[in-house]
């Protein structure tokens, strides 16, 4: 006996469950490649982040007072004093001095802030001028990193190094030698207690090192003068010329570093310069690319921040970078220091921005809080 055939109104409900079922599968084979692709980033993610060297707590040891006379006796800019000029240098031979560290630092206002409003981040980039074989030594170069979320801005702020500050702990000095006395930890308790300037987290870099992410970049644009043309010429093949000039890695670095033809205020704010100009462009290069440069530059870091930190900040602050205005500051600012050679002890002395108006600097540095 022959089947009755299906009628149309059969055939319809089959047809819709067919579907339904095609559809069920192409769902589920692309919620499977989401979760692949997530995992795949989440590994790549985590290759590039164990690219970067994890900073050493035991890094942060304190060292004795005779150790610290040491280092600061090693400062190139300890100079004698001539006999006819000690009345002329300022006497700080009066202060009492700590010799070993304390738990509890003894500014002169201790205004402290615990944190950081919600919109505000501090990145603190630190910079040694470490020769191979050395140990820890001063922090050169300072530069605060301030996110302002609220504002969208960035702002690069140069903390001069030669500034006569309280080091919890030891005797006033100056401020890059936080850094050699106790590593990240007290060079932040030092800008806390200083200028109320609470850190984020700290990334030591090797200035050298972004050479390569400059060559990389095709190069940074940086407007010389006729002086650091001179100097930069003098004894290379370079043939850099007054004004815009595009600078290969080892260029930027060596334009950097320069401050024998005008001051350390000036080499500070080449430093800023060149970290602006290679935001500038690596903003503007693709996802891809700035991930392969990613993977070069990161093993040249190091910092104490840990991953999950570091990747909170970058989906925070990454997508804002391209549309942030950026802008640049020097602590201590004009106006609020005097400068020169002041007697550390008998016979001696040392640079120094001395006699700073700790009260003006750290309002400047407030505002960068503000919303």
Excluded: C
């Excluded at 005797?171 to 850094?179: E, G």
């Excluded at 030092?190 to 060559?215: K, P, S």
């Excluded at 010389?224 to 043939?239: I, P």
């Excluded at 290969?248 to 033809?261: C, H, K, N, P």
């Amino acid at each position: 006996m022959e089947k009755n055939p299906q009628t149309p109104s059969e055939e319809k409900p089959r047809k819709k469950k067919k579907w339904k079922r095609v559809v069920l599968i192409v769902f589920l084979a692309l919620l499977l490649l989401i979760v692949i692709a997530v995992a795949a980033a989440g590994l790549y993610v985590d290759y590039l982040l164990n690219q970067l060297t994890p900073y050493d707590p035991s890094n942060d040891m304190t060292v004795a007072s005779k150790e610290a006379d040491d280092i600061e006796m090693n400062d190139p800019q300890i100079v004698t004093i001539p006999p006819d000029a000690s009345e002329d240098i300022p006497d700080i031979s009066d202060i009492t001095f700590t010799t070993e560290p304390t738990e509890e630092p003894k500014p002169e206002e201790p205004v402290y802030i615990q944190s950081n409003p919600d919109h505000v981040v501090n990145i603190l980039l630190i910079g040694q001028d470490r020769k191979p074989g050395e140990g820890r030594q001063r922090s050169d170069s300072m530069i605060l990193l301030t996110f302002n979320k609220s504002k969208k801005t960035l702002t690069l702020t140069s903390f001069m190094r030669d500034q006569y500050v309280q080091i919890p702990g030891y005797k006033p000095n100056k401020l890059n030698a936080a850094y050699a006395f106790g590593g990240m930890s007290l060079l932040n308790e030092t800008l806390r207690v200083n200028f109320n300037v609470h850190v984020d987290g700290n990334v030591e870099v090797d200035f050298a090192g972004f050479t390569n992410l400059i060559d990389m970049l095709g190069g940074v644009d940086i407007s010389l003068t006729s002086a650091e043309v001179k100097y930069m010429n003098h004894a290379t093949d370079w043939n850099l010329t007054t004004g815009v000039n595009r600078l290969t890695g080892e260029q930027a670095l060596v334009y950097s570093r320069i401050r024998a033809i005008d001051s350390d205020y000036r080499r500070a704010e080449r430093q800023r310069k060149v970290i602006l100009s290679l935001l500038e462009r690596y903003k503007n290069q693709s996802l891809p690319e700035m991930l392969d440069m990613l993977s070069d530059v990161l093993p040249m870091v190091t910092t104490n921040m840990d991953k999950s930190e570091i990747v909170n900040y970058a989906v925070e602050l990454a997508p804002m970078l391209t549309s942030m205005e950026m802008d640049t500051l020097r602590i201590p600012v004009d106006g609020s220091f005097r400068q020169g050679n002041v007697k550390v002890r008998e016979g001696l002395a040392n640079w120094f921005q001395y006699d700073i108006d700790f009260q003006r600097n750290r309002q400047v540095l407030r505002e960068l809080l503000e919303e």
